[in-house]
Each structure stands twice: as structure tokens, then as C-alpha cells.
């Protein structure tokens, strides 16, 4: 650090840093500061993603960042007379940013720059080598870099987990005078906010990740469906668009290279079901969200009718590490066909909860108790949710399950977009299958008779189970229907339900009023 430079002060300007009090920690810092005579350059960084510890504030030093946290605007005064800009003894000195167990631990690539730098500054951006991957890209054909994306085996981070590389080649082999690059921002799943954390904390990458789709499938036209409860996503993106036109990363020339992408942001229709691609793809043409049926598929016929790449912010924001460092250094990453890491969001009744970034592999067990310190009320963890409010509920004699989708899949689960949901002990596990039911009656798109009738019939046979009429013809009632749900909806709203019930059911069948010897009966 220059002497006689202003001491850099970073202060999150990330939502849940927001709900917590940043912007008044970061008001009262400045004015502490121009009281005292004291220049300072403050920051509003992304969130590093200790949510417990926000709002998180950092200091530059010759050593590194050093973070006091979490600092109130009352704790100010006290920071100042410690001399905390000089990084010394303070009851909310943590120490070295970086040399803090949570992030030491971690793997970070897609958000390696989230909590670092300022999200709307390009020259930030670029200076932690952001655009590395597009420059690559641009040198590389078509065919180049969807193989470059096939071989580092990235799969789709929203839910599906279809591996990426094979839908961009369907696109870029699809006839088609436009085409279109859809990102699917409209994060709706319990207890999930990566997705929120890179379009507020790092939006360059998503819109470096976007233009680097459209390069090479020939898109000249991206869209981001974003969700409407995000406002300062919303701001920020469209901050950062624009910034990335008035730099030539964006427009008829990008970069330079003679080659076309065009970007704007869409607000989601506030429907949970306009997360399935086909409904997003009809709200985005401004119709109702309703699920088409497939075939087509929307690399053939998407947007408009037209080929269209979709995929999830986390996907797409993951472009630009593979691009710049390679396919194999991203495949180094993982287990099995899970290659790569995964942003894993702890939430619930979680004593730690925030943002995880670590390769496939690592357990549950790990994640709730290494990184999340074991429940908020101290209480055993009864059950974990992982995948959104469709996903199934896991047992404390599963928490040994490593992160991997195909060892998911193997216990009837799903990893989804990797947001895991914490329950303790006193959580009555039927009321929260008759949740399920609840969500899928409200959010069902009405088009298919299993999921908008089926989840109706789903909570009234969920309400004589826990009033104990006619049992066990409900029980098995609720198996059957749960089968039908599972096989016959269009679509996952419906298709998925049957998750969170049947694993509540058969995990924690003393609260649907089964004893050890029916619930042993009725698996």
C-alpha cells in the first residue's frame, strides 16, 4: 500500500448484507472518518458470504484484507479509536480475511472474485482477470469452444444437471438464421441464493459468460429472465450492461472481434413454475407461463421458435474460468460425472449459514457441521432438505452422502441448485410433507391433471392422515397418488412433489402416526 494513499474500507453492498444494516455501518464509517479528518476510499463489495457475520466489514493492510465483523453502526466510534484501519485489537478483529477457516476451506472458482471486488467496476473486474475467458474464446471457433465446455464436464447448476456442453452443441448444429441465449435468473427454491449472490456481487462474469454462449453457438441475442423479487440484482445487472456496451464487451463488434451480442434483463412473471425452461421461454414471449410439451426441445425450438441456448446464472457465470484456465483444469475438480464445484447455500436452522463454494464430493455431514456449526438452537438436526422445497428430505443416517448427483439420485434425491434447508428435532415432518402438497396446489401451472389435481388431493388426504381418519387407507392412498404425481405430471412441479412426501414418510414415519412395525410394513 502507497503511503499517503486513502485506506480502502470494504463495506457489502449484497442484499442480505443490506437487511442486516450495511448501508448504516457504511454511512457511519464515512462520517466517523470525515470527523476525525481521516480520507478513506470505501468500498461497496459483494458479500463474501458469512451471512452471520454481516454486515462484514474489511480493511486493507500490506498483509491482506483484515475483517472486523459484524459491525453495527454503534460499534464505529470503538473501531476508530482502536485504530482498526491500521488493523489493530478490536473484540471484532477476525483477522486476516483469507486466512479465515470458512473461505480457507473452500474451493472458490465461479465465485472466486464475489466479496473482492466492486461488482459494478469493469476495471475491478478486469483487473482479477475478468474477460481472460472471452478473449480466449474469440480466438476459438464455434465447434472449439462447445468442446472446450463438453470436456470439462459441466453440467447444468439449476437442477437438471444436463450436461452443458451437449445442449450448446445441439444449438450450434440447429438451423437458424437468430438464435438465442436465455439465462434462467429466476431463483425460486428454498433456501437458495447463489444465483442472487453473482448477479449482485459479480455480474461481469454472468454477462462474460452470456456473450461467450453467444460466440459459440452464433446467438447474436441474450436474455436474462430475471427473477421479480430481486430489485437490486435488477439495478446492478443493468448497471453492468451497460458499462460492458460503453466498453465494446457488448454490441455489433465485441471486443473487437466482427462478431454480434446483444444482452438485455426480462423481470420474471413471479411464478414458480416459470423456473421449468418452457414456461420461462412463454413468459419471455409475454404469455402465460405455462410448460410445453417436448419435443421440441428448446435447443431446436425455443425462444421465438427459434434455437436457444438456456441455462442457470451459476452455469453460465462458470463459462469463463473453463475458458480461460481450460477444460481439464475445471474436470481436476469433483467425483464420478460431477466434475467441477458446486455453490452450496446453507440455510434453515443453520448456526452458520451463507455461501459454500467446494468440489463435488464433500458430505453433507461436512457441509452441516464443519461449515455450519450444527443448528441454530443447538438442537439435533432431524432432517436436511437439499434441492429446493421439491426436494427430499434426508435423514441424520444419510449425512455421510457426498455431494455427487448420481449419489444423490441413488437415495431417490436430488442436488438441485444446491440449497440445503436445516431442520431440527422438534420439526414435525408431516406438516412439511403437507407443505409440499400445499406449494405444488398454489404454484401448479394448471395445465397437466396429475399436478393440479393431484396435489389438491394431496393435502386434503395429508389433513385425515394427522387427524388420524381411516389411517391406513390413507397411507396407502397417499403412496398411490404420490406414484401417479411422479409419473404422470409434464413437468418437475408436479414430477417432484412426491419427493419431500414419500422420503418424510419413510425416514420419519412417527409423525404421520406410523410405529416401528408399519412403517417397516408400508416401505
Given amino acids: 500500500m502507497v503511503k499517503g494513499t486513502p485506506i480502502k474500507v470494504f463495506v457489502p453492498r449484497d442484499s442480505t448484507a443490506l437487511s442486516l444494516g450495511a448501508n448504516r455501518t457504511a454511512k457511519a464509517i464515512q462520517a466517523e472518518a470525515d470527523k476525525r479528518g481521516i480520507e478513506i476510499t470505501l468500498v461497496r463489495n459483494g458479500s463474501r458470504g458469512l451471512f ?8 486493507e493492510t ?14 464505529v466510534a470503538s473501531l476508530f479509536d482502536a485504530d482498526f484501519l491500521n488493523a489493530k485489537a478490536h473484540p471484532l478483529n477476525l483477522g486476516l480475511t483469507e486466512e479465515l477457516d470458512w473461505l480457507k476451506k473452500q474451493q472458490r472458482l465461479t465465485f472466486a472474485r464475489v466479496g473482492i471486488t466492486d461488482p459494478v467496476s469493469l476495471d475491478d473486474y478486469i483487473a482479477h482477470d475478468g474477460y481472460k475467458g472471452l478473449k480466449a474464446a474469440l480466438k476459438m471457433t464455434g465447434e472449439e469452444i ?56 459479480d455480474p461481469f462474469v454472468l454477462i462474460e459468460g452470456m456473450t461467450i454462449a453467444g460466440v459459440a453457438v452464433d446467438a447474436t441475442q441474450g436474455y436474462i429472465y430475471l427473477r421479480s423479487e430481486y430489485p437490486h440484482a435488477l439495478h446492478i445487472l443493468n448497471e453492468a450492461i451497460a458499462t460492458a456496451y460503453a466498453a465494446g464487451y457488448l454490441g455489433d463488434d465485441v471486443d473487437g472481434s466482427g462478431k454480434a451480442f446483444h444482452l438485455e434483463v426480462r423481470r420474471a412473471a413471479g411464478a414458480y413454475v416459470c ?22 426441445l428448446p435447443a431446436l425450438e425455443g425462444l421465438f421458435g427459434k434455437p436457444t441456448v438456456v441455462n442457470n446464472v451459476i452455469s453460465l457465470a462458470t463459462i469463463p474460468i473453463i475458458l480461460d484456465k481450460g477444460a481439464q483444469y475445471y474436470a481436476d475438480y469433483g467425483m464420478g460425472r460431477s466434475r467441477g464445484t458446486l455453490p452450496i447455500q446453507l440455510a434453515g436452522n443453520i448456526k452458520h449459514g451463507g455461501l459454500v463454494e467446494l468440489a463435488f464430493g464433500t458430505t453433507l455431514r461436512e457441509l452441516l457441521y464443519d461449515f455450519g456449526g450444527g443448528s441454530a438452537t443447538g438442537k439435533p438436526i432431524k432432517a436436511v432438505q437439499v434441492g429446493g422445497p421439491l426436494g427430499a428430505y434426508l435423514p441424520e443416517s444419510q449425512f455421510d452422502t457426498p ?15 444446491g440449497g440445503i434447508v436445516v431442520f431440527d428435532d422438534t420439526t414435525d415432518m408431516a406438516k412439511m410433507a403437507r407443505y409440499a402438497f400445499e406449494f405444488c396446489a398454489i404454484e401448479s401451472c394448471g395445465k397437466c391433471t396429475p399436478c393440479r389435481i393431484g396435489a389438491t388431493r394431496g393435502v386434503e388426504v395429508m389433513d385425515k392422515i394427522t387427524s388420524g381418519k381411516d389411517h391406513t387407507k390413507n397411507i396407502q392412498l397417499l403412496r398411490d397418488l404420490s406414484d401417479t404425481m411422479l409419473n404422470g405430471s ?23 402416526g406410523l410405529d416401528k412395525q408399519d412403517k417397516e410394513g408400508a416401505a
Fill in 403 to 417: 455431494m455427487d448427483y448420481e449419489a444423490f439420485a441413488k437415495l431417490w434425491a436430488v442436488l438441485g441448485h
Fill in 62 to 75: 500490506d498483509k491482506g484484507r483484515v475483517a472486523f465483523a459484524p459491525v453495527k453502526p454503534n460499534d
Fill in 275 to 296: 423456473g421449468e425452461e418452457t414456461s420461462m421461454l412463454e413468459s419471455l414471449e409475454g404469455k402465460r407461463g405455462l410448460v410445453r410439451f417436448k419435443p421440441p
Fill in 52 to 59: 452471520w457475520l454481516e454486515p462484514f466489514v474489511e480493511v
Fill in 146 to 201: 462447445v468442446k472446450t465446455v463438453t470436456d470439462s464436464g459441466l453440467r447444468g447448476r439449476g437442477g437438471a444437471a444436463f450436461p452443458t456442453g451437449i445442449k450448446w452443441n445441439t444449438v450450434l448444429g440447429a438451423a437458424g438464421e437468430q438464435k438465442y441465449v436465455v439465462c434462467n435468473a429466476d431463483e425460486g427454491d428454498s433456501g437458495t441464493y447463489s444465483d442472487r449472490m453473482v448477479m449482485e456481487d
Fill in 490 to 512: 409434464l413437468c418437475a412441479l408436479g414430477g417432484m412433489t412426491p419427493y419431500p412426501v414419500i422420503s418424510a414418510l419413510n425416514h420419519f414415519g412417527e409423525d404421520f
